[in-house]
């Protein structure tokens, strides 16, 4: 009986080289699934804002419906707006609240190159550009994308927004 409990007690727990083995396994697991775990996060952030563009350009298409005495936007702030509150040009409430404040999913939106002309005192914006670029280049994401009044995106593959590739 003492020699049964004897071989139990031996045979309890791992062994020093069996911990190493099992950390070494880990360790190569986690080494190789870490770049494509960065790699799919920057492929959602850039799924998100090319969805995120479209949204923008959804949104500036019934502004300038709505308010056809301004024309576009030229202010992504104009195109969100508080909950519960009546829409207005300075507020249309057209976009979510995130998007609204220019930075969702590691990218920082723009809306830029208003031309505009001014019309019994009224200035109206007859064009825009919207942008989008990572907010770090490599770790949010890797292209720029852009879009305007034509409603077509397009892409800067080094991350700006010097774009020049129809999205696919």
């Known amino acids: 009986m003492h020699r049964n409990l004897a071989d139990r007690r031996s045979e ?6 069996e911990l190493l083995i099992v950390m070494s396994i880990i360790i190569i697991i986690v080494t190789i699934a870490l770049p494509n775990i960065t790699r799919y996060r920057r492929q959602g952030n850039e799924t998100s804002a090319v969805g995120s563009i479209r949204a923008l350009v959804a949104a500036e298409l019934q502004y300038s419906q709505t308010y056809p005495q301004n024309g576009y936007s030229c202010s992504i702030g104009a195109l969100g707006g508080e909950k519960g509150t ?7 409430g057209l976009i979510p609240p995130d998007l609204a404040t220019g930075q969702k999913a590691g990218y920082t939106f723009a809306i830029v190159n208003c031309p505009k002309v001014t019309i019994n005192n009224q200035d109206q ?3 825009y550009q919207i942008t989008a670029v990572p907010q770090a280049i490599g770790k949010t994401g890797d292209r720029g994308f852009c ?9 800067d593959p080094k991350g700006g927004t ?3 590739v129809p999205l696919q």
Do not use: H, K
Not at 12 to 17: D, V, W
Not at 147 to 155: A, H, L, R, T
């Open 12 to 17: 309890q727990g791992f062994t020093l080289i």
């Open 86 to 92: 009546s829409p207005t040009p300075a507020a249309a």
């Open 125 to 127: 914006y007859t064009g």
């Open 147 to 155: 879009s305007d009044e034509n409603q077509q995106i397009m892409v």
């Open 162 to 164: 010097s774009c020049s």
